[in-house]
Every structure is written in structure tokens, then in C-alpha cells.
């Protein structure tokens, strides 16, 4: 509806005591932002709406809690406020309004920007100031230019006043509750709602829309990537995008299955049925039932495995063990693997018509040194988790401390860097404050682990082997030469310190020797290589 200019002032006032009304009943940021969006609508209608939280000290934006209307899915919901490349880092740095009435010309260069890929043509984003310091924006987008646009302008500068009061008492609140319960820290389940994958470089936004394109297809999935890159969290993804998000999630870890309870774990099992089995119990396929089950590391199953899985796959029936009635489940299979599928077929790791039945489509996720962009954003999100799993104070990283986490590779991926924010936020905690030093000292740690472990990994284990390096000979012919085991184990040594000790991957120590890594890692084993 069009509001003449001289109601303006009045219509917001008035929504401004609205909103302070209900947040005295309800503070939590869904029923806040609920209750913003509603207060809205009530005056004119809006195609999305949302609020970024701004962090001075990461200069990172963050999502308040899930936008209201449109779907943006590959706004990374937490990235930089960069002047140059985002509305709300604009806002932030003139400390005024941003009025946007053609995006996709605003932001011309390509890639094409999230808000226009979303089918968005108009936005405007106002700075909520509290106490002389932004804490946030509120952000307004629109398929079409509006006819009021300047009365709706002119409504929220009247408005925005009160949201920043409001959604400091939320914020404040959040953080009372979290003092209060720090005998048991976690992140509030409002909190934690955003917390989705980081999608700020262009890598990322490739894989988001590929992932979109297939999440709602009732098909199977398979995953590729390194150890660490977050199939996991990926497979979960796809499942909430799905027509199944209300049924189950089942994830089978592939090399934690024992061989002769490989039946049993999948298809479940009647009471009796071999010594142990003291009642019936059902498997994972049907625990999945109208879900989907995530199959996590599929080239690690044995070959005997693989070929029972096919035939389930295949039949869509299976039998619990012990009993002779056919079962049958509906279930989505999304399979991960972080070996290299083609090698690993071709030397028989993987069977191919288990290959062909999965890998229905592929997602390859890229490893975090080809997604750099990513690197200060994901800091931010899991410096924020720490804080709260932890019930520690949000670690502060200067430009002198992040320097070096920047300009690490991070050989393992995401699961490295989580590892290192936390072992940073327990030095902070310990010291009072972090300096250059002790990331370097904590970065030296992760390399020396990778290659000199305390302990080797259990059998079938699925992170990368580490071992140290092989020692220089002090004669032209050791003992151990003198039999074939020494000698193959003094060249698997020499071809794994040449590699850093990465084992898997087409740069690893199994491609070079041209053995699938299970068999590599079965030698290593075998030979006492830690």
C-alpha cells in the first residue's frame, strides 16, 4: 500500500512500540525476526528480508537467523564486510543507507552476484547503530522496483531506531544465557540454525549450485573429495534441501563396518541369529526408511561387501539376518569417498557396477588451499562455535595472528583448521591473550604430527597415515636389506617422506606406487609402519 509521508513517521512509531511489545513476551531471535517481517508486511509487501550481524572484531557479517521470502543459497552466511563486494560492508563503512534499484548493473562483474541470481532486482540496507556503533543491517530486497520505494525508504529510517534497540536486548539476553550456562556450554539451537556452509569463494558458490540442482532429485549422490573437506556436513545439506528433510538421516561409516557384522549393521537382525543377538534389531536401511542413508567412505567396504550392498541396491529388497522374509525400505543412498574413483575401479579397490549405481551425479567439494577466500570466514564461524562448545571467550584474531592461518595450505582441510581455532581459543584462555607465535608454534605442531604421530591409527581407519621419516643408512647395506620386507618397507618409507606422508589423493604415496590405498595401508601395517 502506498503511506503518504505525513503517516510515515506515525506508521513506524507505531510498529517500533509494536515490536518492543512483543519482545518483552518473546525474545528469542526467531520470534523477534517474526515479528519484525509481520510488522512489515502489515504495510507493504517485501520479496526477502534480512538482518546481518556485524562482528568489529573479525569484520565479519553473519546471519541474524534465516532470511524471511526468497532463498539466496549461495550467500555465503558468513563473509567479509567488503566495501566493494557486499551492500552491508557499503553500509557499514559510510554508515548510511543503501538504496539498490538495478543489482545485477550494481554488480556487473561475474560472477553474477547471489541477490541477482536469486531473480532480485531492488534492495536497500540500513546500518543499526546502538551505543554510536553498528551492530548489524537490516536488509530489504524486492523483485520489482515498488512504486512507494521512497515511502518505504522513509518508513524504515524511522523504524530502524527501535530494531537496533530490540535486537540488542536479544543479543544481550543470548549472552546472559550463555554466562549462565556455562557448566554446560553449547550454541543455542537458534544460533546454530545459520550456521551453514561457508560459501564465499567462487569454488564454493560452483559446488552450492550444483548441490541445489540435484538436492531436491529423489537420486543417488556420490561425494568426492579429500579427507576433511566436509562430505559429511554436505551430505546432511543435501538431505535438508530434500523432499526427505523430515525422515530420517542415517550415516554408516563404511570403514568401521566389521566383516562378519556387515549384514547384521545394514539389514538388522532376528533374535538368535548368531551368538550375542539376544533381541531383534533393526538395520540402518531400515532406520533410514523415507530418508536417506549416507554411505561415508564407500571404497573401504571389502569386495565381498560391496557385492551384497549392489544386490540390495539393485533388488531394493534385503533380508534381516536370521530371518527369511524379504524387507524392502525407501531410502535415498548419498555416498562420500575420498579416494580416487577412477584409480580405484581400474585396480578393482571399487567395483564399477557399485560405482555406476551410486555416482547417479557427483559432487566434487575442492580442497581448502583451492578455496582460500573461504579461509577468514570459516575462522570466524568456528572461533563463534568454540566459543560456545567450550564456554570460552571468542578468540581474537588480530591482522598479525591471522597472517599465518591465511597462508597455510591446511593438508587436512576444514577438520585441520576446526582442530587448530580450538587449540587457539584454549591458548588464549591459557596466556590472556594470542600473538603470531603461538600460531606458528601450534601450525609447526599439525606439521609435525603429520609426520610423527604418538600413535598410529586404528585399522581401517580412514585418516591419512602419518609416519616419520625414513632414517639415513649408515652403511651401504643395512640388515633389513638383506630380505624382501625390509627392502619393500624401506621404499614405502622413501616414497611417503617424498610425499609429506600423504598416503591417498593423485599426488599420494599409493598413486606413486600404483597400489589402491587399502592395500597400501594394509602393507604399512604389516611392515610396522606407524
Known amino acids: ?235 546432511q545439506e543435501i538431505h535438508r534441501r530434500s523432499p526427505r528433510k523430515e525422515r530420517p538421516f542415517v550415516r554408516v561409516n563404511c570403514p568401521g ?31 533410514a526408511d523415507g530418508g536417506s542413508l549416507f554411505l561415508d567412505e564407500i571404497a573401504e567396504l571389502a569386495p565381498a561387501m560391496q557385492s551384497k550392498l549392489l544386490q540390495v541396491l539393485e533388488d531394493g529388497s534385503f533380508e534381516r539376518v536370521g530371518e527369511s522374509v524379504p524387507l524392502r525400505a525407501d531410502v535415498r543412498i548419498i555416498a562420500a569417498t575420498n579416494v580416487d574413483v577412477g584409480a580405484a575401479v581400474a585396480e578393482g579397490g571399487l567395483r564399477s557396477d557399485l560405482f555406476f549405481r551410486l555416482a547417479f551425479f557427483s559432487i566434487t567439494l575442492p580442497p581448502l588451499r583451492e578455496r582460500k577466500e573461504d579461509i577468514g570466514p570459516l575462522i570466524a564461524l568456528i572461533s563463534k562455535q568454540a566459543s560456545g562448545n567450550l564456554g570460552l571467550p571468542r578468540t581474537a584474531f588480530s591482522p598479525a595472528v591471522l597472517r599465518p592461518l591465511l597462508r597455510h595450505d591446511w593438508p587436512g582441510n576444514v577438520r585441520e583448521l576446526r582442530n587448530t581455532i580450538n587449540h587457539l581459543a584454549i591458548c588464549q584462555s591459557v ?28 585399522a581401517g581407519a580412514t585418516r591419512t597415515p602419518r609416519v616419520l621419516p625414513p632414517k639415513r643408512r649408515t652403511a651401504p647395506f643395512a640388515e633389513e636389506d638383506e630380505t624382501l620386507a625390509g627392502a619393500e618397507r624401506r621404499h614405502i618409507l622413501e616414497v611417503l617422506s617424498r610425499t609429506g606422508g600423504l598416503v591417498s589423493g593423485p599426488k599420494g604415496a599409493a598413486a606413486r606406487l600404483g597400489l589402491p590405498r587399502s592395500t597400501l595401508q594394509h602393507r604399512m601395517r604389516k611392515l610396522g609402519i606407524a
Do not use: W
Open 257 to 287: 563396518l566389521v566383516t562378519t557384522l556387515f549384514e547384521s549393521e545394514l539389514f538388522g537382525h532376528a533374535r538368535g541369529a548368531f551368538t550375542g543377538a539376544l533381541a531383534k534389531r533393526a538395520g540402518r536401511f531400515e532406520l
Open 1 to 235: 500500500m502506498s503511506l503518504r509521508m505525513d503517516i510515515v513517521s506515525r506508521c513506524a512509531d507505531e510498529a517500533g512500540k509494536k515490536l518492543m511489545r512483543k519482545l518483552v513476551s518473546k525474545a528469542g531471535r526467531k520470534a523477534f525476526f517474526s515479528a519484525l517481517s509481520g510488522l512489515i508486511q502489515e504495510y507493504f509487501t517485501f520479496d526477502r528480508l534480512c538482518i546481518n550481524l556485524y562482528d568489529q572484531h573479525s569484520e565479519m557479517l553473519t546471519y541474524f537467523t534465516a532470511a524471511e521470502g526468497t532463498v539466496v543459497s549461495t550467500l555465503s552466511p558468513v563473509r567479509p564486510a567488503d566495501p566493494s563486494g557486499t551492500v552491508a560492508g557499503h553500509v557499514i563503512a559510510t554508515r548510511k543507507p543503501v538504496i539498490i534499484t538495478d543489482f545485477a548493473r550494481y554488480f556487473s562483474e561475474a560472477p553474477v552476484h547471489p541477490i541477482a541470481e536469486a531473480g532480485l532486482t531492488v534492495t536497500m540496507a540500513f546500518p543499526l547503530i546502538l551505543d554510536n556503533e553498528i551492530i548489524a543491517t537490516l536488509h530489504c530486497s524486492f523483485a520489482k522496483k515498488p512504486q512507494n520505494l521512497y515511502e518505504i525508504t522513509a518508513f524504515f529510517l524511522e523504524l530502524t531506531p527501535a530494531v537496533a534497540i530490540c535486537l540488542g536486548a536479544v543479543l544481550s539476553l543470548e549472552q546472559t544465557d550463555t554466562a549462565v550456562s556455562r557448566i554446560q556450554p553449547r550454541l543455542s539451537p537458534e544460533a546454530a540454525e545459520c550456521e551453514k556452509i561457508v560459501c564465499y569463494s567462487k569454488a564454493m558458490r560452483k559446488v552450492i549450485r550444483r548441490l541445489d540442482a540435484v538436492a531436491g532429485l529423489d537420486v543417488p549422490l556420490l561425494l568426492l573429495g579429500e579427507t576433511g573437506t566436509g562430505k559429511s556436513l554436505f551430505a
Open 431 to 458: 596466556y590472556g591473550r594470542l600473538t603470531p607465535a603461538d600460531v606458528e608454534s601450534v601450525l609447526a605442531e599439525n606439521r609435525l604430527h603429520t609426520v610423527a604421530p604418538r600413535c598410529a591409527p586404528p
